[in-house]
């Protein structure tokens, strides 16, 4: 299965990947998390690792992966990045680092400035995993960059479900319905990871959300937060999130 993580900035998608990541980890699944979020340099503390060459570095850099963008076949398409689709285990070990039954892969990162836009990033997203083969026991999960960009450059078409993680904030609520509007056009399903809740907050979101939707509501813990603000690995176990572990699972 292939899950995309999606939301606003500051929403807490990479501490929702980081910890769906362990859980699934832990009931014996091989687990592939996929950084597509350019600016971003906290997943790969959340997971206890160090951050791997990205994709992009295996494809020859930005300047490699425009070439191949800017090439054309005798038919005018564009040529693949991949000669045929990749399994899990042929995605090349110098791209990924691992740690406990999970493997991190970065698509790429921005490092300069003048460095330009991350669309080469976006396509490259986009074409490894409409390429990526999974098994049975595999679970891919992607961190997305904040806002619906990702949307626009298609890369859900590669994913079998998608994961809107909410904070309490009218922010939060307006992007859910444009997700939710989208998610039923590419006919994905979608469910939302109410995020840093009480009661009190659950029930106030529940009154603008389509219940039905809501897979899980994670609370607010010092244990996480604590964690998050050192950047150190997160060792806890979030009833919350093994509530819908087991719901992608089923």
């Avoid at 500051?10 to 687990?31: C, D, E, F, P």
């Avoid at 689709?85 to 070990?93: G, K, L, S």
């Avoid at 098994?135 to 999960?141: A, L, Q, S, T």
Wanted: glycine share 12%.
């Amino acid at each position: 299965m292939k899950v995309l993580v999606c939301g606003k900035g500051g929403s807490g998608k990479s501490t929702v990947a980081a910890l769906l990541a362990k859980s699934m980890a832990q009931r014996g699944y091989n687990v592939l998390v996929v950084d597509s979020d350019e600016s971003n340099y906290g997943l790969h503390r959340q997971l206890g690792m160090e951050l791997p060459p990205t994709l992009m570095d295996h494809f020859g850099g930005k300047r490699g992966v425009k070439e191949k963008m800017g090439r054309r076949s005798p038919g005018g398409e564009s040529p693949g990045f991949f000669d045929g689709r990749w399994t899990m285990d042929e995605i090349p070990a110098g791209a990924t680092t691992e740690k406990e039954g999970i493997r991190l892969l970065a698509i790429g990162k921005i490092h300069d400035f003048g460095e330009g836009c991350a669309c080469p990033m976006g396509v490259l997203a986009k074409r490894f995993l409409d390429n990526l083969s999974v098994g049975e026991k595999d679970m891919v999960i992607v961190d997305t960059e904040a806002g619906i960009e990702h949307f626009g450059r298609g890369v859900e078409a590669g994913c079998d479900a998608i994961l809107a993680v909410l904070d309490p904030s009218f922010e939060s609520i307006l992007l859910s319905k444009k997700i939710a509007e989208i998610s039923e056009k590419i006919n994905k399903p979608l469910y939302f990871v109410l995020n840093r809740v009480d009661d009190e907050r659950k029930a106030a979101m529940l009154e603008s959300l389509d219940g039905t939707r809501v897979a899980a509501a994670i609370p607010e813990t010092k244990e996480i937060f604590r964690a998050g603000l050192a950047g150190e690995e997160f060792q806890m176990k979030v009833e919350e999130v093994e509530r819908l572990a087991d719901l992608l699972v089923g």
